[in-house]
């Protein structure tokens, strides 16, 4: 069964230059994550989706960033335009939830993340 | 305070050792990831546990929900499992540490 799939895997950019990642969960999963991970540190949820709908964006920077999941299948995550300090690895995470509220649990499974360097 | 510490920050061992990475927390979970990531980003979940242990090859992961603390266990470690290694409980989204770097030399 195929993982989490994630393009592109690397990305350089100039600053004030937009970009976009692209994430295909698992099949089947509802749940997916799209998490910010600074070098040395451990990743930070940028936003969480059901299905197609955004249940938690509060750490999303939404004056330049955005990201959609049409269909409730794949999504994107864009940032227009970019700063030198969005240079991160951008991970994608999907799980299948059983229920559609937060205080469930189950295992995500995480792709290999698009690094983005802005110069 | 951070709501996850893990301990030690960085690790070094000869192949063969064992290898005991801690992790406390500060918040009410339902359960806890133990996350593998080697250099390039990709992240691999090796465990998701609730109570008491579990083992899966030469890895072996624990967890006192009463104490807040869980440990990942390396049995006759490999540099293959070079790795920063990571721990996630969950209250209700994951909150990760800031994970442990591991290096077995031959």
């Known amino acids: 069964e195929a993982g989490v799939v994630q393009s592109p895997r690397y990305k350089i950019i100039e600053k004030k230059q937009p970009v976009a990642f692209w994430c295909n969960p698992i099949s089947g999963h509802n749940t997916l994550y799209w998490y910010r991970q600074n070098l040395g540190q451990g990743p930070e949820l940028l936003i969480r989706?059901?299905?197609?709908?955004?249940?938690?964006d509060s750490q999303l920077p939404k004056d330049r960033f955005s990201a959609e999941r049409l269909k409730g299948v794949d999504s994107t995550l864009k940032i227009q335009p970019a700063e030198l300090g969005d240079s991160a690895v951008y991970l994608c995470a999907s799980s299948l939830d059983g229920l559609a509220v937060a205080s469930s649990y189950n295992e995500q499974f995480f792709g290999p993340g698009t690094r983005l360097t802005v110069l | 305070k951070n709501e996850v510490e893990q301990s030690p920050q960085n690790l070094t061992a000869q192949e063969g050792e064992f290898i005991t990475i801690n992790c406390s927390y500060s918040?009410?979970?339902?359960?806890l990831h133990w996350l593998q990531q080697h250099p390039g980003g990709g992240i691999v979940s090796l465990f998701m546990?609730?109570?008491g242990k579990k083992k899966h090859g030469r890895l072996i992961a624990t967890i006192n929900i009463q104490e807040k603390h869980s440990s990942l266990h390396i049995t006759a470690s490999h540099p293959r499992d070079s790795a920063v290694y990571i721990c996630?409980?969950?209250?209700?989204?994951?909150?990760f540490g800031t994970g442990t770097r591991l290096q077995v030399f031959p």
């Open positions: 918040v009410g979970i339902s359960a």
């Open positions: 996630a409980p969950h209250t209700d989204k994951l909150i």
């Open positions: 989706y059901e299905n197609e709908e955004a249940v938690d």
């Open positions: 546990l609730s109570s």
